[in-house]
C-alpha cells in the first residue's frame, strides 16, 4: 500500500506558480493546496524563499523554489518538469515596460524548453491596438505606449504564440483590493465628505478580488484542454461609481460618494503613475461595451463558484478602512 501511495503522489502534475506570495499568485497557489481533491502540486515561486509568506505556504504543503524572474536560468530552473506555469509580471514594482516584456519572454522561453502543457499568462489589452501613438484621444507616454502597463503585457502575448505553446490568456480587471493598498479607498475631504475618485464617468468598471483571479486560474487548469488556445476575460462584478459609493456607504456605515473626475484631471494628480492610471481609466470608460464584454461574469463563476462579489469582499475586509 504505501507503495501505491507513493506511485500516486509522484503522478500528481505539478503547477508552477509565479509570483507565489502576491495577489494573483497567492491566490492560485492557496486554491491548489484547498483542492481535497489534490488534483495538482504546487510549486511556489518567490523571490525571497524565506519570507514569512513563503514559509506559511510551505507549512501548508507548497514546495517553495527560490526564484529570480529577472534572472533566466532562475526561471529556467524553476519550470522543469511541471505540467502548468502560472506567468505573471510585476509592473508596479519597477514601472518599466521593456523589463515587463523581457520578462514574459524569458517565461515562455523557460516554458517551452520545460515542455509545460499548459500555460496561463496573466495578461491586458494593448491599447494601442485602439487608440494608436499619434491618436489625440489620450497622452503617448515613454514616448511608445498609450497605457504601459497594460500595452506591455498585450504586446507581450505573441511571445507564447510565436513558440507554439498550449497558452491561456487571462484578461483580469480591475483590483479592489487597490481601495486598500493603492490609495483608492474613500478619502475624507475638506468639506468632511468621504469619497471615492475615478474617472469613469458614468460607466461601469469590471473589477474583483485579487486572490479571486488566482482561484479562476485554478478553474482553467482544472478544466485543461478547453481553454488552451483561449483567450478568458474574469471579473467579480461590473459596477458604476456611484455602485461602489453606496456598498461602501452601506458596509462603513457612513455616507461615501463617487468624485467622477475627467480623465486629464486624473493624470494630473501627480502621484507616481497617474498619467498611466488615468489613460487606463479613460480606456475602460470610453472603450466600455468592448471592455466589460471581454470579461463575463458567468464565465468567472464556472471558473470560481465562490467568487465574491464587491459587498463581500468589503465585509471581509471592512476593518482595513476603519481608520480612513
Known amino acids: 500500500m ?5 506511485r500516486s503522489m509522484a503522478d500528481v502534475k505539478t503547477i508552477a506558480v509565479v509570483g507565489s506570495t502576491g495577489a494573483q499568485g497567492g491566490g492560485l497557489v492557496r486554491a491548489i493546496l484547498d483542492d481535497p481533491k489534490g488534483t495538482f502540486k504546487v510549486r511556489a515561486l518567490t523571490r525571497d524563499g524565506n519570507s514569512e509568506k513563503a514559509r506559511t505556504l510551505m507549512s501548508a504543503g507548497a514546495e517553495i523554489v527560490p526564484t529570480d524572474i529577472d534572472d533566466a536560468e532562475s526561471v529556467r530552473r524553476a519550470f522543469e518538469d511541471a505540467y502548468g506555469v502560472y506567468c505573471v509580471t510585476f509592473y508596479w514594482d ?3 515596460p521593456e523589463k515587463e516584456l523581457q520578462q514574459a519572454r524569458d517565461m515562455a522561453e523557460a516554458a517551452k ?10 495578461t491586458l489589452e494593448d491599447t494601442r491596438l485602439r487608440v494608436p501613438l499619434e491618436s489625440n484621444q489620450m497622452p503617448t507616454l515613454m514616448g511608445k505606449y498609450k497605457t504601459p502597463h497594460l500595452d506591455a503585457k498585450g504586446e507581450a502575448n505573441h511571445f507564447f504564440t510565436d513558440l507554439g505553446l498550449p497558452v491561456t490568456f487571462l484578461l483580469t480587471s480591475f483590483y479592489w483590493d487597490n481601495f486598500i493598498h493603492f490609495g483608492m479607498g474613500p478619502a475624507k475631504g475638506p468639506d468632511g465628505r468621504y469619497d471615492i475618485t475615478l474617472p469613469m464617468g458614468d460607466k461601469p468598471l469590471p473589477g474583483m478580488a485579487a486572490e479571486d483571479i488566482g482561484r479562476c486560474a485554478f478553474g482553467l487548469f482544472m478544466q485543461g484542454d478547453s481553454w488552451k488556445g483561449q483567450t478568458v476575460g474574469v471579473a467579480g462584478e461590473h459596477l458604476t461609481g456611484d455602485e461602489m459609493a453606496a456598498a461602501f456607504s452601506d458596509v462603513l456605515g457612513r455616507e461615501v460618494l463617487y468624485n467622477a ?4 484631471t486624473y493624470r494630473g494628480f501627480g502621484f507616481p503613475g497617474a498619467d498611466d492610471l488615468g489613460n487606463m481609466f479613460q480606456y475602460k470608460r470610453d472603450f466600455n461595451d468592448e471592455y466589460c464584454a471581454a470579461r463575463s461574469l458567468d464565465v468567472s463563476r464556472s471558473l470560481n463558484p465562490n467568487l465574491q462579489t464587491f459587498r463581500e469582499w468589503l465585509a ?5 478602512f476603519d481608520q480612513a
Open 2 to 6: 504505501a507503495g501505491y501511495v507513493a
Open 94 to 96: 519597477h514601472m518599466s
Open 113 to 122: 524548453a520545460a515542455g509545460v502543457q499548459h500555460v496561463v499568462w496573466s
Open 261 to 264: 473626475v475627467s480623465p486629464e
Open 316 to 320: 471581509a475586509n471592512r476593518s482595513a
